[in-house]
């Protein structure tokens, strides 16, 4: 069943700059479902249901509560409103939106952990603060959400604060140091969560260069997000048969 969610959240990554109009809503959507079910599903069967459960707990809970407490107050993100195209919201944040967080910090924290022992949450929110330099622009270009002033900002990246990064990484370290206290360290399976994080990377640098045009983008988020995706491949490298 994970590797079935995994292909299919790539299937429906793949289309997403292929539409637009109401289908663009619905494979947003539809993508954050099936990455966020692909994540927690392998958590579930690969390492138990305390360890899925509280991964769910900390990240969609605590995502929903960074969110919602940035909406209102503009603490740590900067000054940001959600529109209503991401369908129902939970005071004030779109429900997707803590599942954005719960699908990324899965696999992310075994990238992590894998990379360092001892400072696997720095790591592990840097990876966060990176993928959302990819996420983050995308998202205001097709109306998600906006900042009401969005500089200064990383050059070449429009329409977001730095605050916005600075935030994420914050919040993200704040996370990855709690799933660390929590959650045992293990050997088990993380192949399909890793095939999503180097699909994410290279499939955002890709996307942002050759269908959206961003090229700043392209090189910010994979300066960014390259300081964890390109170090775990790595040790995965040194670590294979």
Same mark, same amino acid.
């Given at each position: &069943?994970?590797?079935?969610?995994? *292909?299919?959240?790539?299937?429906?990554?793949? =289309?997403?700059?292929?539409?637009?109009?109401?289908?663009?809503?619905?494979?947003?959507?539809?993508?954050?479902?099936?990455?966020?079910?692909?994540?927690?599903?392998?958590?579930?069967?690969?390492?138990?249901?305390?360890?899925?459960?509280?991964?769910?707990? $900390?990240?969609?809970?605590?995502?929903?509560?960074?969110?919602?407490?940035? $909406?209102?107050?503009?603490?740590?993100?900067? #000054?940001?409103?959600? =529109?209503?195209?991401?369908?129902?919201? *939970?005071?004030?944040?779109?429900?997707? $939106?803590?599942?954005?967080?719960?699908? &990324?910090?899965?696999? &992310?924290?075994? !990238? %992590?952990?894998?990379? =360092?022992? +001892?400072?696997?949450?720095?790591?592990?929110?840097?990876?966060?603060?990176?993928? #959302?330099?990819?996420?983050?622009?995308?998202? $205001?270009?097709?109306?998600?959400?906006?900042?009401?002033?969005?500089?200064?900002?990383?050059?070449?990246?429009?329409?977001?604060? @730095?605050?916005?990064?600075?935030?994420?990484?914050?919040?993200?370290? %704040?996370?990855?140091?709690?799933?660390? @206290? %929590?959650?045992?360290?293990? +050997?088990?399976?993380?192949? !399909?969560?890793?095939? @999503?994080?180097?699909?994410?990377?290279?499939? =955002?640098?890709?996307?942002?260069?050759?269908?959206?045009?961003?090229?700043?983008?392209?090189?910010?988020?994979?300066?960014?997000?390259?300081?964890?995706?390109?170090?775990?491949?790595?040790?995965?490298?040194?670590?294979?048969?």
């Amino acid at each position: &069943m994970p590797w079935v969610l995994a *292909l299919a959240t790539i299937a429906m990554q793949i =289309s997403y700059p292929l539409v637009d109009g109401g289908w663009l809503r619905r494979v947003t959507i539809g993508s954050v479902v099936l990455f966020a079910l692909a994540s927690v599903t392998h958590a579930w069967v690969h390492r138990g249901f305390r360890w899925a459960f509280t991964l769910v707990a $900390v990240t969609a809970g605590g995502g929903l509560a960074a969110e919602a407490i940035g $909406v209102r107050t503009g603490f740590p993100f900067g #000054d940001y409103a959600y =529109s209503d195209a991401l369908g129902p919201q *939970l005071l004030g944040v779109p429900v997707v $939106v803590p599942l954005a967080w719960t699908m &990324m910090a899965y696999p &992310m924290f075994l !990238a %992590a952990r894998r990379i =360092s022992r +001892r400072w696997a949450a720095v790591v592990g929110g840097v990876g966060l603060a990176g993928w #959302d330099v990819f996420l983050d622009p995308q998202m $205001v270009a097709d109306g998600r959400w906006r900042w009401s002033d969005p500089t200064p900002g990383l050059p070449g990246v429009r329409d977001v604060p @730095l605050t916005n990064f600075v935030g994420w990484l914050v919040v993200g370290i %704040a996370m990855m140091a709690l799933l660390s @206290l %929590a959650l045992p360290r293990d +050997r088990a399976s993380e192949t !399909a969560p890793a095939l @999503l994080l180097f699909w994410t990377y290279f499939g =955002s640098i890709i996307g942002n260069v050759f269908w959206f045009g961003t090229h700043a983008i392209a090189l910010a988020g994979g300066i960014a997000m390259g300081l964890v995706a390109i170090p775990y491949a790595w040790t995965l490298w040194q670590s294979r048969p």
